[in-house]
């Protein structure tokens, strides 16, 4: 069934306000219902499979085409023409609405695409983007049994599988907006465990207090101390060692010399999979800091926090099992699609809802028909919560854990494959020896090679990453990030998560640097 392509959304049945009578109003609760175009009952539903048609051939099929480009680069003025972002006092036609879809995947960088490796999530899992369709069509919200039965069981039984591979056969949990929350949830957590009074009082009801995390660690620890009142001030920041992995030495260091500063130390994050190096903390040592201190141990494992599934790499987190916290993004790794970011949390006191709950009389009666333990929504700040769940369960069922671990495993082995391949090449430089699925490198072109000595070698070396950079987004052949580190010149930062790579994509992105730095 097609649209009618002239068809237009009925802007008769919506006049302005202003110029309304009593009749007026009356009469427009009589009109055709809004997604019934034109009168025209099937219009709604032809217009939704015109838009899924163009989804498929031009996100889907194209999108994860290597012989397509991962993104179209056009300078902001130009594309805000060719977007015509306007928006107008009258309705347009459902050619035109159609047209705005195309344009808008268009010009959309294809995080589906295989040459995509800019980010620490990539790739497009069927099942999961399936679960993504049927979430957003149903459009509810996480709080309660009554409007969401479905997700509240099942979001449970997501969260019981994702702690069962932490180690806990107990516990609690939410997904949240993301890794970055859920790192602020845990520091909240742990400062509310600790002083249940700040509930109520506020700042008032605290010393200075001092959190611990690596100089490798996420930007949204630093974040969530200035979110969360406590000022990036009480962040102290322990040393990394040369892989990237906090020294316990030096968190015990810092925990005393907090102590002698007058400041009450309450948590430690440790990060397993660090952002750019993708370092493990060695949760083992770092443990026994916090058992010696009682002191909450977070694990942001954000981005390694799927290496779980693997049965070979999962010692990478040994030790995670006694963390009180853990914030895990399968977004990441296992490709759910943007969010699926679970806290996961040790305790069985119900802290989550203790520390969050506000008892809201309009939503969470207490005398309801049914279980009202099952009405989740005051564990979290939010009020109305997307369904997050459902990607991941509906992918698990397809995968299985087995399934979910070879992608895990295939990750590592084609990370290993690229790193061969670029020792093998003139003017490829590794950073460092990965443990994880980054693979951080210079390409250093063919003016700077054998000239390591010059003092100006790296100053030199740190526009080259930039300038390729912009070469392979205007051609769009390929995306990946850049960064400085440290004392490091610009590196690149090669991701390996999308589960559709194979070797040749490995092949391809050593190749498109030489071609693209060949002048240099
Ligand atoms: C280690 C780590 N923690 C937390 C985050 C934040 O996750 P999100 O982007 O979902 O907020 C990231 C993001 O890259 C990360 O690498």
Not at 259 to 267: D, H, I, W
Not at 316 to 321: E, F, V
Not at 350 to 377: E, I, M, P, W
Not at 413 to 426: D, I, S
Request: proline share 4%.
């Amino acid at each position: 069934m097609r649209v009618n392509k002239e068809a237009k959304v009925s802007t008769a049945a919506i006049p302005d306000p202003i110029l309304l009578q009593t009749g007026d109003f009356l009469l427009m609760a009589d009109s055709q219902p809004f997604l019934s175009l034109d009168g025209d009952p099937v219009a709604a539903e032809a217009l939704l499979q015109d838009v899924f048609g163009i989804v498929v051939d031009e996100v889907i099929r194209k999108g994860t085409s290597a012989s397509e480009k991962v993104c179209e680069w056009k300078e902001p003025e130009e594309l805000k023409q060719l977007l015509d972002l306007e928006l107008r006092h009258e309705g347009e036609s459902q050619e035109q609405i159609l047209e705005h879809c195309r344009a808008v995947i268009r010009y959309s960088v294809k995080t589906c695409h295989p040459r995509f490796f800019n980010q620490l999530f990539s790739g497009l899992d069927p099942h999961a983007l399936a679960g993504r369709i049927v979430t957003e069509s149903l459009n509810t919200s996480q709080y309660t049994y009554e409007i969401a039965p479905v997700f509240v069981l099942m979001e449970e039984e997501v969260l019981k599988k994702l702690r069962a591979l932490v180690g806990w056969s107990s516990g609690d949990g939410v997904f949240c907006p993301g890794g970055s929350i859920s790192n602020m949830y845990a520091v909240n957590l742990a400062r509310y465990q600790r002083y249940p009074d700040c509930k109520q009082r506020g700042l008032r009801a605290l010393p200075p207090l001092a959190l611990f995390t690596s100089k490798e660690c996420h930007y949204s620890i630093k974040k969530g101390a200035a979110f969360l009142g406590l000022g990036t001030d009480s962040v102290r920041v322990v040393e990394a060692d040369e892989r990237g992995k906090m020294i316990p030495e030096d968190l015990e260091r810092q925990i005393s010399l907090a102590k002698a500063e007058g400041a009450v130390p309450f948590l430690v994050s440790a990060t397993s999979g660090t952002t750019v190096l993708g370092a493990f903390d060695p949760l083992e040592a770092i443990a026994d800091v916090c058992q010696h201190h009682g002191l909450w141990l977070h694990v942001d494992a954000a981005w390694g926090g799927s290496v779980l599934l693997s049965q070979t790499h999962r010692h990478l987190l040994a030790g995670i099992q006694r963390a009180d916290s853990v914030a895990w993004n399968p977004h990441k790794l296992l490709s759910t699609g943007l969010q699926c970011s679970a806290l996961l949390l040790r305790d069985t006191s119900n802290l989550l809802k203790r520390c969050h709950g506000s008892q809201a009389s309009y939503l969470f009666q207490q005398d309801k028909f049914y279980d009202v333990a099952l009405d989740t929504g005051d564990k979290v700040v939010q009020c109305g919560r997307r369904v997050d769940c459902l990607k991941l369960w509906l992918m698990w069922k397809a995968q299985g854990g087995q399934g979910l671990q070879r992608r895990v495993d295939q990750a590592f082995a084609l990370a290993r494959y690229l790193v061969e391949e670029l020792k093998k090449r003139e003017g490829f430089e590794l950073v460092m020896e990965p443990e994880f699925v980054n693979v951080c490198f210079w390409f250093v072109p063919p003016s700077l090679r054998g000239k390591k000595e010059s003092p100006d070698y790296s100053e030199r070396l740190s526009k080259v990453a930039p300038i390729l950079k912009e070469r392979m987004v205007r051609k769009g052949s390929m995306m990946i990030g850049y960064q400085p580190h440290g004392t490091r010149s610009n590196f690149f930062r090669m991701v390996v998560a999308n589960p559709a790579l194979t070797r040749a994509d490995m092949d391809f992105l050593l190749n498109e640097l030489e071609r693209l730095g060949q002048d240099l």
